[in-house]
């Protein structure tokens, strides 16, 4: 190709090879560096998301299968995905984030591990459901008993939902009674029983318990605010002898990320044993996550109880409630207390789970987790409070969250306190920066064994640059 080159250069050409021709012919490294970074930004569109999403909305309610996942708090389009691995997905649109939902908790050992899907290539080989026992049962549930403290006996379900219906229905017929507290915010599935005031999408989406839910179902649901000891007091003396259980997340992560005071959890244990009440961890998202043992390992505080999903699967659909030997033996055909599932316990569930828990087994896990969770949030909070913004939040291990106000945030009243709109922009401009968090102010942040120190920084770059637009 010609080229039109002047002056002393036309007279005195230098010899080149042909790769040095190519390599001249190249930009610069910092160009390449620029042209890229400016041809990503050019390139941001979620036409095709767009355009499946619309689809979407005429074949499915809402256009999705859970509705936290529409986005309607936080706006904009939501990003249909195409891949997943390690701590990264990719839309359909061909952009990539840095994920921190992990599919809502399960991909702790990051996405599409390896292990994980070579061990399912094998056991898919056997079949994928057996309705029948298996030995892949027996291994997952000797690994939950041995790691859970509360746990001697386990039922293995299909999602956290059916373990928490489940579980109610049990602590009902272990004591014979039926009043059940649970806690402003928190969320034990879309069960009729814990439809009220709960968190997550119904938080979310600002709802009134739902429509739908018989107001039998929901008669002998009591509440209280989290973190208020006193009127959990009050709800037993208005009602004694008739509250079967206490039910609560230990770490709220659906209403936002909220930990319990020093003295909650000891003073939910005292009050549920002078009340000859059960006192039930919903550990679907803090188990096998905040510590091996869940929450009641990491406060030191046993439950009878415990609801079990997300990690335990490994990615695939799986719940499981377990405790005491003497209650677990209530369960049918042990006991009278009715429950069932065509898929509990399918071979394809329990294998992921097991490779899952494998992982988490090895040294320094935890505070790996801890570490860089611990840098995330404190880069965000620092980049947030830098460009003068009202934010506090915290984590513990792998779990995390933050709000658009001054803290502390002890409950679901002070965490709706938080600038959902400031939340929403925010989240919008991390999405282009390629980080993806939960679409909601009131969702946990999940980080996994996949994060590299590399991720975290790039989000804490991100987060200032968003932050500074705001
Ligand atoms: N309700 C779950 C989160 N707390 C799952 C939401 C979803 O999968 O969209």
């Given amino acids: 190709m010609a080229t039109a080159i002047t002056g002393a250069r036309v007279s005195c050409p230098p010899v080149l090879t042909q790769a040095a021709v190519r390599r001249r012919q190249r930009p610069s490294a910092s160009v ?22 619309n689809a979407a909305k005429e074949l499915m309610p809402g256009g999705v299968n859970s509705p936290v996942r529409a986005f309607k708090s936080v706006g904009g389009q939501p990003i249909v995905i195409d891949s997943v691995k390690g701590s990264h997905m990719w839309d359909i649109d061909g952009n990539e ?5 992990g599919s809502w908790g399960p991909a702790i050992i990051g996405h599409a591990d390896d292990e994980v899907l070579a061990a399912l290539s094998e056991t898919m080989k056997k079949g994928t459901s057996f309705g029948a026992p298996c030995l892949l049962e027996n291994t997952l549930a000797e690994m939950v008993i041995s790691a859970v403290p509360s746990i001697e006996m386990v039922r293995f379900v299909n999602s956290g939902t059916e ?5 109610l229905r049990l602590a009902r017929a272990y004591t014979g009674r039926e009043k059940v507290i649970k806690f402003e915010g928190c969320y034990h599935g879309h069960a009729d029983p814990f439809l009220v005031k709960a968190g997550s999408g119904v938080a979310t989406l600002g709802l009134p318990d739902s429509p739908g839910v018989p107001k039998a179902a929901t008669y002998e649901t009591l509440t209280s605010p989290y973190n208020d000891i006193s009127t959990v007091e009050s709800l037993f003396n208005a009602n004694k002898g008739e509250i079967a259980a206490i039910i609560l997340e230990p770490v709220v992560g659906n209403a936002g990320f909220i930990q319990p005071t020093p003295e909650f959890l000891t003073a939910l244990r005292r009050l549920t044993e002078d009340n000859d009440a059960l ?12 510590s091996y043992g869940g929450a009641q390992e990491y406060f030191k505080i046993t ?51 097991i490779h899952t828990l494998k992982r988490l087994q090895e040294p320094g896990t935890y505070e790996y987790l801890d570490k860089i969770t611990g840098e995330l949030i404190q880069g965000i909070l620092e980049a947030g409070k830098k460009a003068g913004h009202a934010i506090s ?14 803290g502390p945030v002890y409950n ?13 922009k925010f989240y919008q401009g991390m999405l282009r920066e390629g980080v993806y968090f ?13 994060h590299s120190a590399e991720d975290i920084q790039q989000t804490v770059a991100a987060a200032e640059k968003v932050f500074s637009t705001l």
């Fill in 279 to 290: 006192l039930i961890f919903d550990e679907v998202m803090t188990g096998f996550r905040l």
């Fill in 32 to 53: 390449v560096r620029m042209t890229l970074v400016e041809e990503k930004k050019k390139a941001y569109t979620l036409q095709k998301s767009e355009e499946a999403f």
């Fill in 97 to 101: 984030y840095i994920d921190y939902v």
């Fill in 393 to 406: 939040g915290g984590y513990i291990k792998g779990m995390f969250g933050f709000f658009f106000m001054d």
């Fill in 303 to 353: 439950p009878d109880l415990t609801t079990l999903g997300k990690i335990i699967g490994g990615g695939l659909p799986v719940g499981a409630y377990g405790g005491r030997r003497e209650i677990m033996e209530m369960v049918a055909p042990a006991g009278p207390m009715y429950q069932a599932g065509t898929l509990s316990g399918n071979p394809l569930a329990m294998t992921a789970g």
């Fill in 412 to 424: 679901f009243g002070d965490a709706k306190k938080s600038d959902t709109a400031k939340f929403a």
């Fill in 438 to 450: 939960a679409p909601s102010q009131f969702e946990a942040g999940f980080t996994s064994l996949a």
């Fill in 163 to 167: 373990a928490c219906m489940a579980v």
